[in-house]
Each structure stands twice: as C-alpha cells, then as structure tokens.
C-alpha cells in the first residue's frame, strides 16, 4: 500500500464494498466446503461408527453398517484393534478404521493414556516399565473390548454383551503407529492369538527376534529420518539375511512368520496416516494374512484417503475468510505496528530466536503434567518478552500517542461482536472439522490449567510478533521472516537438549501449518481493521489449544 497522507488512508479504509471477485470467491469458498464434505462423509458410506467408554478408555468401534433385514457382511470379518502414536488419537487413526471397516473388518481404536479423552495420565517416564505397563494395559482392554463385543451380528447394545451371546472372534489383528507399533510387538509376543500386525513408521525398542509369529507388515513414510527406516531394515534382516528388497514378503503367510516392508511415497511420519498407498497395502496384508483375498484380487470396496477431503475443506475456510473479513468493523484510523525497516527487522528478530533457545537451555520445565507442553509454554512466553525487549531497543514499542492519534473507529459493541465472531470462525471453523476427522484440537475440561498457561505464553508471543510484522510502510514479508526464525529456534532448541525435546519435532510441521492458515486470516483482518491484535488472539487461541489437545497428560 502507497498512501500519502493519514486522510487518504482513513478515506479509504472506511468504505469496503463487495467487488466481483470477492463474491467469485465466496462461491468457489462454499464450493470447496461443499466438494470436501462430501468427500470426507463419503468415506464413512456403509460403516457403522459408535463410541464406548471402559473404565477411563474411550473407544470407537468401526463396522459393515447392516442393510434394512439386520443383516451386515455375509462372513464376519476379523476384529482389527488400532493404535495410534505418541501425542496423537482415535481421530488421526480413522482413514484406517474406516478402509477396513468398508472392507468387512471390525476396527476399534481408542485413545491411550494421557492421550485424547483418557481420564488417566501416562504412567512412568520414556522408555520406563512403568510407562510401558501402562500403554500395554490399555491395548490389553481395547483387545478385550473388541473380542467381548458381539461383532459379527451387531445385535448386543455396545458394551453389554451378555455371556449367552459370546463373540465368536474370526481372527485378530493389531495396527499400530509410532511408538503404539513398539507397543503391539510387546503385546503380540505375550498373547499369542494375535494373526497378524501392521506396524505404521513404528519406533522399536528392541530387536523383534526371527522366531517372531505373527505377520509383520512395515510401512514408512519415504521422507522419515534414515533412523526410523533404519529399525525396519534391521527387524527385517532378521529373517532376510541375503539383503532386504522393498515391497517383497519375506516368510510364509500361511504359518504366520511372514515379514515385508513398504516405503510410502511422498509422505512423512503424519502424512502416512492419511496416503493410499498405506492404506493400500494395510487391506492387502491383512486380507493376505487372513487368506480372505490372494493379493491379484481387487478389495471389496475401494480406498479413501482423507487428505484430499481435508485439502478442499481447509481451502474453502481459507476462501470464504476473504470476502467475510470485509464485514469485519475497522478498528483504527491508521495502520498500527511498528513499521520496521529490514534492518531493525533483522535485529528484533534474530535476539529471540537466538537468546530464547539458550536461555531455557539449562532451565527445568516439568511444571505442567503436559509433556512437553510447558517448555513450549516457556518458549513462547520467552520469546515474545524478548521480542517486546528488541521492540524497544530498535524504538518499536507503541505508546500512547500512538493510539491516540489512530483513534477508534467504530463503537465499542460493533468492535467486540466483529472481533468475536472473526474468533469463532478462526478458532471453531478450522477447530471442529479437525477434532472430527483430524486429530484431537480441543482438549478436555480437565487440562484447563495447562491450557491457561500456554495461552498466557502464545498471547504474549503472538502480540509481540504481531506488532513487529505490521504497520505502514514496513518491510515486505516481515511475517514471513519472522516465522522462519520461530521454527528455527524451536529446531535450536531441539538441537540443544536432544534427549528431552525429542518429540517437539512431532509439532513443528504443525504450526508451520498454522502459520500458513492464520497469517493469512491475519492479513485480511488486518487488512480490514488496521489493529493487529485480532490477529494475534486468534493464532494464541489456537496455538495455545492444539498444543494442550496434542502432548500427553503426565502423571
């Protein structure tokens, strides 16, 4: 924007008016929410899903949906139990449970301790017994759900099975991502009725042994680190001595000591949740194992992947926020921010993400139960301090008279609904389509305290970087350069304390995600109301709930 004079500004500012292509947009925005939907409830066509609760475990059961005379699949399929990874859900499993749901499996998953909507807490610390018993104990009662329930005929409400109505089991199986694959390994050596398992970019713990029974299927992402395809080369060199070859079955199905690997392309330890390929080749093992196909037969109904359902989704959020943010009230009569050139750019930038790492290097941050999650709500509380500190040593604060001369331009009730309902759709808009069909995104009541904490961390964060970024006349792409430098100093801070910070990698390619999403519905708020904080709340808000939803509860 080249404006010459505040009146030009303010001139301008105030009359927004709908062209021709913000309503192009609003109907391609609705016609991508529309396209989306569709996809992502058509993956759920002919599957039963219901929820139960043993204990302090929630679960969901998928199967074949029962045609008008009560009648499901015409052969009860086996019983498939998934498992999903650290800092995950139920949620980041379903493109599993539903595929093979379609395909006349029962699939329950469930969410582990300290995971999801489990009312208990992980028990122990990394690599501990203590932990390791309380992982194996939930898998243990998901497995004794799924073979209690009367499956085959559906006909028992769910979780009341009675014992004149037992289930007669067609075969078990065991699906696993991440550090559940480790899990499932353990499990199978103990309970030997286990057919077969599919272990998703699994981290192991130990070597697995060639005496090892069940059927083993490994899939990986093709852009994992080379030290998580390393532990599946090795599993399978134990019965593979002569060399191991890609997507080639080692060992005799029929005998259950089959073993086989599979890179998929494109994708990496999250996105192989939602490829087809993976997919793919989980029906295909587990029809293999069962001998319900050989693997030249196409499946009984065709794989659906989520990703392009969500891509479509989020794309129209994206779509319809722009010409809804021109009904947004203006909220100044100038741009506000600090206005930095590059070169006070640079410096206000590169102090936090510097000094942040290595200040909190040698500091404890075990005052949360949320692992993990209160170092990153000391990362982001320090480094939004540090911004504000670099903010006034290059002369960036506001003041006063800053604001005074800005102005108000709208009333107060006009400016607290606009600003509210633009929150409700940043925050509940992207939030719930994600907790339904994504991962867990708003945590329970009982993480309230935690949730505080990190808010108090983003807010201060997310102001600091807003105020930096915005106002006229300063350099192009400071948002872009700014949140560079955030990702690196996490990536520092890992570096640093490798041992324990591990797994902030997991969240790193998610906020770069919500970098993406909410810097541009900070550009259109902004755009519109010259006042960066609406921005700011927003990004905290959902900074500050999907780390809380993510990271495990501790006891």
């Given amino acids: 924007m080249s404006l010459t004079t505040t009146e030009t500004v303010s001139s301008q500012h105030g009359r927004p008016c709908w062209r021709a292509w913000h309503w192009l947009a609003l109907l391609l925005g609705l016609a991508a929410l529309l396209y989306g939907g569709t996809r992502l409830l058509g993956m759920s066509s002919g599957v039963e899903v219901s929820q139960a609760r043993v204990g302090d475990l929630p679960l969901t059961l998928y199967q074949p949906r029962q045609d008008d005379e009560g009648q499901g699949a015409s052969v009860p399929g086996p019983t498939v139990v998934i498992a999903h990874g650290f800092a995950g859900s139920r949620q980041l499993m379903r493109s599993f449970a539903l595929n093979l749901a379609r395909n006349g499996y029962r699939a329950v998953s469930f969410d582990f301790p300290g995971h999801g909507t489990h009312g208990a807490p992980l028990g122990g610390g990394l690599g501990s017994p203590e932990r390791l018993s309380s992982l194996l104990d939930a898998l243990t009662q998901a497995v004794a759900f799924a073979q209690g329930q009367n499956l085959p005929g559906g006909s028992s409400p769910l979780g009341q099975n009675s014992p004149e109505e037992p289930h007669q089991s067609a075969g078990l199986a065991l699906l696993g991502h991440s550090m559940a694959g480790d899990i499932l390994i353990h499990y199978a050596k103990a309970h030997p009725g286990v057919k077969a398992i599919v272990a998703v970019s699994p981290y192991l713990s130990e070597p697995i042994g060639a005496d090892f029974t069940p059927d083993l299927l490994f899939v990986y992402g093709a852009y994992e680190p080379e030290m998580i395809h390393q532990q599946g080369f090795e599993a399978m060199a134990e019965v593979a001595p002569s060399g191991v070859e890609l997507e080639t079955t080692y060992g005799d199905l029929s005998e259950g000591r089959a073993r086989r690997l599979v890179m998929a392309d494109g994708v990496e330890h999250i996105g192989v949740l939602f490829n087809g390929q993976a997919q793919r080749e989980a029906l295909d093992w587990l029809d293999a194992s069962f001998g319900r196909r050989t693997p030249e037969q196409p499946p009984a109904r065709a794989i659906v992947t989520a990703g392009a359902g969500l891509g479509w989704l989020y794309a129209g959020l994206c779509l319809l926020a722009w010409p809804l943010s021109l009904l947004l009230p203006a909220m100044a009569s100038r741009p506000l921010g600090a206005a ?216």
């Avoid at 206000?348 to 999650?373: E, K, N």
């Avoid at 105020?467 to 520092?492: D, E, I, N, P």
């Fill in 340 to 555: 930095l050139r590059w070169r006070k750019l640079a410096i206000a930038g590169f102090m936090p993400a510097l000094l942040t790492p290595l200040l909190l290097w040698p500091v404890p941050s075990d005052f949360l139960p949320l692992l993990i999650g209160d170092y990153l709500a000391l990362h982001f509380l320090l480094y939004g301090l540090l911004t504000w500190g670099a903010l006034a040593l290059v002369g960036g604060l506001p003041d006063g008279a800053s604001f005074a001369r800005a102005g108000r331009a709208s009333t107060a009730g006009v400016l607290a609904i606009g600003a509210t309902a633009w929150l409700i759709y940043a925050v509940v808009g992207f939030g719930w389509p994600t907790h339904q069909l994504v991962a867990s995104f708003f945590p329970p009541l009982t993480r309230l305290p935690s949730f505080l904490a990190l808010l108090l961390g983003t807010l201060v964060y997310a102001s600091a970087d807003a105020w930096l970024v915005h106002g006229q006349g300063g350099a192009r792409a400071a948002s872009l350069f700014t949140k560079v430098l955030f990702l690196l100093s996490l990536v520092l801070a890992v570096v640093l304390n490798l041992d324990e910070l591990f797994f902030l990698v997991i969240i790193v390619p998610a906020i770069l995600l919500l970098f993406v999403v909410y810097g541009w519905l900070d550009f259109l708020s902004y755009r519109r109301t010259w006042q960066p904080l609406l921005g700011a709340i927003a990004s905290a808000l959902v900074f500050a709930l999907t780390v809380t939803a993510t990271f495990p509860v501790v006891a």
